[in-house]
């Protein structure tokens, strides 16, 4: 099907044209300038570990090693609570949440 492109303003067009090779240049200029900075701060960049940081790469590395669910101890759980026999200990998980928590603090 052919298109009717009788009354387009070619002027028009042509200076949507050169407006955008105007922004395509700024923005070449932007990126290399950019990159001319990023490569200078890169030979002078200089990574350190927080001591949290490196407590946290170890227990991923342990956690790794761990099996991902204990069958025995959720068949139980679920027996527990099916029965009606399972009990919480508040004490108890607040003192886990504590032990936790004072982890990561330990200096």
Not at 11 to 17: A, I, L, R, V, W
Not at 18 to 27: I, N
Not at 50 to 77: H, Y
Request: no cysteine; net charge negative.
């Amino acid at each position: 099907m052919p298109h009717d492109i009788t009354g387009i303003n070619s002027n028009k067009s042509s200076q949507m044209g050169d407006r955008a090779v105007s922004s395509a240049k700024k923005l070449d200029d932007s990126k290399a300038t950019s990159d001319a900075n990023n490569a200078s701060s890169s030979a002078m960049d200089k990574v350190t570990l927080t001591d949290t940081a490196a407590k946290l790469k170890a227990l991923e590395s342990e956690l790794t090693n761990q099996p991902m669910v204990n069958d025995t101890k959720v068949k139980n759980m679920q027996s527990s609570i099916q029965s009606g026999n399972y009990e919480m200990n508040p004490e108890r998980i607040a003192d886990k949440m504590i032990n936790f928590e004072s982890a990561f603090n330990d200096n």
